[in-house]
């Protein structure tokens, strides 16, 4: 997919930079043409001769380049690629794009450009969490830029969050969504999957029956459009999908805290199957049997993930898909809950142990949508899932 692909890729000022040099060997591995950009930043932590060599082309690094700039060269440097990559994209660099500035060499092309843009984000998890880069996230999202991570993980500052850039094959993944040119390119979407697993003690847990391979094909299908896909899931019995960014958790407190920090996002699709009720103590040692009898659970009810983000004022996805799974009345009651959380579509299926659906190959759902209901046949997860990911991308693009 890659072969001859031209791809310009700025290296920001962060010690990510030093995976940039693995997304290098591997973009040339796919046969792309990758001409580097280093910022001052940069050549702090990789230099430019082990950059060219690995690239086997020029880095630039200064905007005044006489010879260069003579003829515009950062002009058509900046419209020559197929896509710019940004990584590690520092908060620094996300600042000057979402306020337009252009004050060296990266900048420059970043404004000056009209090819499509993906940004691979590394920072320090305040920095990541700070209202500032925030608002720049969502303004550079509204403009059509791509984002891929970051990931959660331990950061060389001793820290641990999100702000660790994405790893190198996911990257590229990202890359050959953004190439593809499928209905979804240029579209992050947010997909949850799986159960949750709220703790009574170390060893015990509440769930609810979810192998998470609905929501893990519904992710499969939006990438394969092209789409960028944050997968958050739980403990799902199937593995995630390939070319997704996936965010693993286990409660639902997690999960929530996941989906919004994966926020701004064009749509969301709510496939997790997420314990309505957690303990509200869990015991931090293994509850043992003893003569007094059973123990007393006393419970909290979890965040409504679905209905937060719902009703978010900023950060809201365009389209907001959420999933009912019933056992009686199954139209009337998800009819009931789209109204009830404020969703766009609801996704109804019938899951009495007689349909065979939950944890099954196949599924019967019903389409909720302001418009009306929509009756699908039964087919495989995977028929579901490309189905309503179609239905996703002419939505968007309405």
């Not at 142990?353 to 997860?381: F, H, Q, Y």
Request: proline share 6%; glycine share 8%.
């Amino acid at each position: 997919m890659l072969a001859n692909r031209r791809i310009l890729l700025i290296i920001g000022g962060g010690i990510a930079a030093y995976k940039s040099l693995d997304l290098i060997r591997r973009l040339q591995d796919q046969g792309a043409q990758v001409t580097p950009v280093l910022t001052r930043g940069g050549e702090q932590f990789v230099t430019p001769l082990s950059v060219s060599a690995l690239a086997g082309n020029r880095v630039y690094r200064d905007l005044f380049d006489l010879t260069d700039e003579a003829e515009m060269g950062h002009i058509q440097l900046s419209r020559s690629a197929d896509l710019v990559v940004v990584a590690p994209a520092t908060a620094d660099l996300m600042a000057k794009m979402a306020a337009g500035l252009a004050d060296d060499l990266a900048s420059t092309l970043l404004l000056a450009t009209d090819t499509p843009v993906l940004l691979a984000p590394a920072m320090n998890v305040r920095m990541w969490e700070h209202p500032a880069t925030r608002r720049n996230l969502s303004q550079l999202v509204q403009d059509r830029i791509a984002v891929v991570g970051p990931n959660d993980g331990a950061m060389a500052c001793g820290e641990f969050g999100p702000g660790r850039m994405a790893e190198p094959a996911e990257i590229v993944a990202a890359i050959e969504g953004q190439l593809s040119g499928g209905p979804l390119a240029g579209k992050r979407i947010v997909v949850t999957s799986g159960p949750t697993h709220e703790p009574i003690d170390p060893v015990r847990y509440i769930a609810n029956r979810s192998s998470g391979a609905q929501g893990t094909a519904i992710a499969a299908a939006l990438a394969a459009l092209g789409a960028q896909v944050v997968f958050v899931t739980g403990p799902a019995d199937v593995p995630p999908p390939q070319g997704v960014e996936v965010v693993a958790v286990e409660t639902a407190q997690q999960m929530l805290a996941a989906v919004v920090a994966a926020l701004p996002a064009d749509a969301g699709v709510f496939a997790a199957a997420v314990a309505d009720w957690r303990v509200a103590s869990a015991s931090d040692r293994k509850l043992k049997k003893s003569r007094d009898g059973m123990p007393v659970l006393e419970f909290a009810e979890n965040p409504d993930i679905l209905k937060t983000v719902s009703h978010l004022d900023e950060g809201r996805p365009r389209l907001v898909v959420g999933f009912a799974a019933e056992t009686d009345d199954v139209i009337e009651n998800a009819a009931a809950k789209r109204a009830r959380k404020g969703c766009d579509w609801i996704v109804a299926n019938d899951v009495r142990p007689a349909t065979g659906i939950m944890g099954g190959t196949e599924n019967a759902v019903t389409l909720i949508t302001e418009a009306g209901s929509e009756d699908w046949p039964r087919m495989g997860k995977a028929a579901v899932a490309d189905r309503l990911a179609r239905r996703i991308a002419a939505a968007l693009a309405d």
